[in-house]
């Protein structure tokens, strides 16, 4: 049984195979209407959502499957002091597959080690967010033809963004790949990334606080969120929101075949004009995530491929 926790919970062939079956999907997604026929996601959600509990949602039931689950604590047992590990112990008699997301570090992880189900971490606090990544990654390769030789701006709350992290760690497996970290001195990466991926990799990066120095250097520009449930101080918080707005001043400074990609929700840091550019890929990537996340399922479940 597999569990999909971290990016680096699948080699780069994985990461290959799963990325080349997502593009089998949105190329004949009816193809896949009954591969998953009998078989249920539970989505766990003890934190807000609005795309990634839906985009699985949508995935197993575009799979042939169905969903349970619940999208808050306050409708769960959780209420009532029930444990992570309890609670995947009881879903495990209901589900075949589960995708949770927690605001504790971690709180997959801990559900995984006595799970009899596979479990997909769908965002745990500041840690990680991989099926966001395999979102990502799709949605670069198959707008841009590769994931490899390419200038990636990350901008923004690199230090609580869940999303950043768990890009970083699956773009460094990719040879030519150079980060520009964009982000308030307060908001730049944690260590452990900086030291167990990019430095351990000797993968190049460098460190700015201003977007317009280095958009016109970039392929990818990734746009996050200020996490404001993140932050423990209201004033800091109030301080840093507004430190970058992507605009179509900034917009005319980029490249002329540069993406812009965001995980979303976005809040101001991408100003409405920007839509209607053709580099904004945002909504697109949002439909992309949906083909990713079927792959996603259909290989922890070890669901065939139906034949042409
Ligand atoms: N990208 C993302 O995680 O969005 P949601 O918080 O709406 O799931």
């Known amino acids: 049984m597999r569990h999909f926790l971290t990016p680096s919970d699948f080699s780069k062939e994985e990461w290959r195979n799963l990325l080349d079956l997502a593009e089998r999907i949105k190329?004949?997604?009816?193809?896949?209407?009954?591969?998953a026929d009998g078989k249920k996601i539970a989505t766990l959600f003890y934190e807000p959502s609005t795309r990634t509990r839906l985009s699985f949602e949508t995935a197993m039931i575009n799979l042939g499957g169905s969903v349970i689950g619940f999208h808050s604590a306050?409708?769960?047992?959780?209420?009532?002091?029930?444990?992570?590990?309890?609670?995947?112990r009881i879903i495990g008699c209901?589900?075949?597959?589960?995708?949770?997301?927690?605001?504790k570090e971690g709180a997959p992880m801990v559900a995984a080690s006595v799970s009899p189900i596979p479990v997909i971490n769908a965002g745990?606090?500041?840690?990680?967010?991989?099926?966001?990544?395999?979102?990502?990654?799709?949605t670069i390769r198959s707008l841009k033809g590769r994931l490899?030789?390419?200038?990636?701006?990350?901008?923004?709350?690199?230090?609580?963004?869940?999303?950043v992290h768990s890009?970083?760690?699956?773009?460094?497996?990719?040879?030519?790949?150079r980060f520009v970290l964009i982000s308030p001195q307060a908001l730049r990466i944690p260590s452990y990334v900086r030291e167990?991926?990019?430095?351990?990799?000797?993968?190049?990066?460098?460190?700015?606080?201003?977007?317009?120095?280095?958009?016109?250097?970039?392929d990818i520009l990734y746009m996050t969120r200020i996490q404001k449930?993140?932050?423990?101080?209201?004033?800091?918080?109030?301080?840093l929101k507004d430190s970058y707005v992507l605009d179509m001043h900034k917009m005319d400074m980029a490249k002329k075949d540069m993406l812009v990609l965001h995980p979303l929700p976005r809040v101001n840091e991408i100003a409405p004009e920007v839509d209607n550019d053709p580099r904004a890929v945002y909504f697109k990537q949002v439909q992309y995530g949906v083909y990713a996340r079927m792959a996603l399922i259909m290989t922890l479940l070890n669901l065939e491929e139906p034949s042409c």
């Open 27 to 35: 190329n004949d997604p009816k193809r896949y209407a009954h591969v």
């Open 74 to 88: 306050d409708s769960s047992s959780v209420s009532k002091g029930e444990s992570v590990a309890d609670t995947i």
């Open 94 to 103: 209901f589900a075949d597959i589960c995708a949770m997301r927690h605001p």
């Open 124 to 138: 745990d606090g500041g840690h990680q967010h991989p099926s966001q990544t395999l979102t990502d990654l799709f």
């Open 148 to 163: 490899e030789d390419l200038t990636i701006g990350i901008c923004g709350d690199l230090k609580y963004g869940r999303t």
């Open 167 to 177: 890009l970083i760690r699956a773009l460094s497996e990719y040879s030519g790949i």
């Open 196 to 218: 167990e991926t990019l430095e351990k990799n000797s993968i190049p990066y460098q460190e700015v606080e201003k977007l317009e120095d280095v958009i016109g250097d970039l």
């Open 229 to 239: 449930e993140r932050f423990f101080n209201e004033e800091e918080y109030n301080r």
